[in-house]
């Protein structure tokens, strides 16, 4: 099947909370409302001739200017019939969190507290939402925009002077 009809069938399927769907480049977006994106993520991995039975990606996505600020996307495969389509939940700025999709493809446990911890969003029914990348006392989501580039004034990772320490022998053990 053609990711378009596949598009086709979502927005038939699910008439409200399909926003938009593009195809650019021979890759077919459809946006949807955050609201049901279990309900269309499930359709998709249930529906015998879509079964979308692989999640390649799940990652977060910062646009501060847009009314949507946030967007969590969702890039599925089908092994069996090797077509693939992505899927864009739109998340607002106030209130950035959508469900967790872990109970579909367990791949996305991960996925999603990577996406937690660099851009704050939450994903309710996590079975493990707890930082993956970032020490547990750090302040912020620095894939967000408007994260400051050096990090957060007057702040330092407390391990820096530990890891500073490590590296005054580099030119004594020869190491560049």
């Not at 899927?87 to 959508?98: E, F, M, N, R, V």
């Not at 990090?151 to 560049?176: P, S």
Request: overall charge negative.
């Amino acid at each position: 099947m053609e990711p378009l009809e596949i598009a086709d069938k979502i927005k038939e399927k699910f008439p409200l909370e399909v926003l938009e769907i593009t195809n650019f480049r021979d890759q077919v977006s459809v946006s949807v409302k955050r609201e049901k994106i279990t309900d269309i993520c499930l359709y998709l991995f249930e529906d015998p001739d879509i079964r979308m039975d692989y999640l390649s990606d799940l990652c977060g996505v910062d646009y501060p200017r847009k009314d949507y600020r946030f967007e969590v996307v969702y890039n599925l495969y089908s092994i069996k019939y090797r077509h693939r389509i992505r899927i864009k939940a739109l998340i607002p700025a106030d209130d950035p969190s959508i469900d967790s999709v872990v109970s579909i493809w367990s791949g996305a446990n991960w996925h999603e507290r990577e996406a937690c911890d660099m851009f704050g969003i939450v994903f309710k029914g996590h079975p493990d939402l707890r930082r993956i990348l970032m020490p547990d006392d750090w302040d912020g989501y620095p894939l967000r925009k408007d994260y400051p580039l050096e990090g957060a004034e007057g702040w330092e990772y407390r391990g820096c002077e530990e890891v500073k320490e490590l590296h005054t022998h580099d030119d004594e053990w020869n190491i560049k």
